[in-house]
């Protein structure tokens, strides 16, 4: 299996441009996470769904970011207008079965607001 | 306040030495305890997992040691060598929270030739 693949590996961008970032998880999970890692705060839980539906959002910081999941293999990221402060690392892991269970990240894309 | 604390920040030691990553909780009630290794430039990957009935569970030459009374974790690292170099993270997961996992900021190792 290719693992949990996310692109692109690294975006730079203008402020107040509109960002996309996707994952693709290991085939047969169904839980999907989005997290963000920045040196100051470490990782950080974003969303996570699971079966395609939207659990926890409450580690979205705000109305400007947005995630869905439209089908089993694909999840979406998406921040708009975006700041510099949104400026990260950001990984989508994903998971088969419960809390238990073992959580596989993908490399991250590297977001560079300018 | 759900919480996890590693200690130290940061670690240099020299090739084939043995080092040891402290990891304290305040996270209630536990599920399970996870260390990841996440090298430069790459997502985190899982090494161990321990419930509340485990204490020690190892992978090649990393040990991780759980004590659910002191909530404390330690991953010993044996006979070092240059690609252990990486950020070690410990995570705690709460039960009945859907799997929401609280990391710490992790240890910086470097081991040196």
């Known amino acids: 299996d290719a693992g949990v693949i996310q692109s692109p590996r690294h975006e730079v961008t203008e402020m107040g441009q509109e960002v996309t970032l996707r994952c693709k998880p290991i085939?047969?999970?169904?839980?999907l996470f989005w997290y963000r890692q920045t040196m100051m705060r470490g990782l950080e839980l974003l969303i996570y769904?699971?079966?395609?539906?939207?659990?926890?959002d409450s580690g979205m910081p705000e109305d400007r970011f947005s995630a869905k999941m439209p089908n089993a293999s694909f999840s979406t990221l998406k921040i708009q207008p975006s700041e510099p402060r949104d400026s990260a690392v950001y990984f989508c892991?994903?998971?088969?079965?419960?809390?238990?269970?073992?959580?596989?990240f993908g490399s991250g894309t590297q977001l560079s607001v300018l | 306040k759900n919480q996890v604390e590693q200690s130290p920040q940061s670690l240099i030691i020299l090739e084939g030495k043995n080092c040891t990553l402290q990891?304290?909780?305040?996270?209630?009630?536990?599920?399970?305890l996870r260390w990841y290794k996440q090298d430069t430039g790459r997502g985190p990957v899982s090494l161990t997992i321990?419930?509340?009935?485990?204490n020690t569970k190892s992978n090649g030459r990393y040990t991780a040691t759980l004590d659910a009374d002191t909530k404390q974790s330690s991953l010993h690292i044996t006979a070092s060598q240059l690609s252990d170099s990486a950020s070690y993270i410990c995570?705690?997961?709460?039960?009945?929270?859907?799997?929401?996992?609280?990391f710490g900021q992790g240890t910086e190792l470097s081991v040196k030739p």
């Open positions: 892991a994903s998971r088969l079965g419960q809390e238990a269970e073992k959580l596989f």
């Open positions: 085939s047969g999970h169904n839980s």
């Open positions: 769904f699971n079966n395609n539906v939207p659990i926890d």
């Open positions: 990891c304290n909780y305040t996270v209630s009630p536990f599920s399970n």
């Open positions: 321990m419930t509340f009935s485990e």
């Open positions: 995570v705690v997961s709460a039960r009945n929270q859907g799997g929401k996992l609280i």
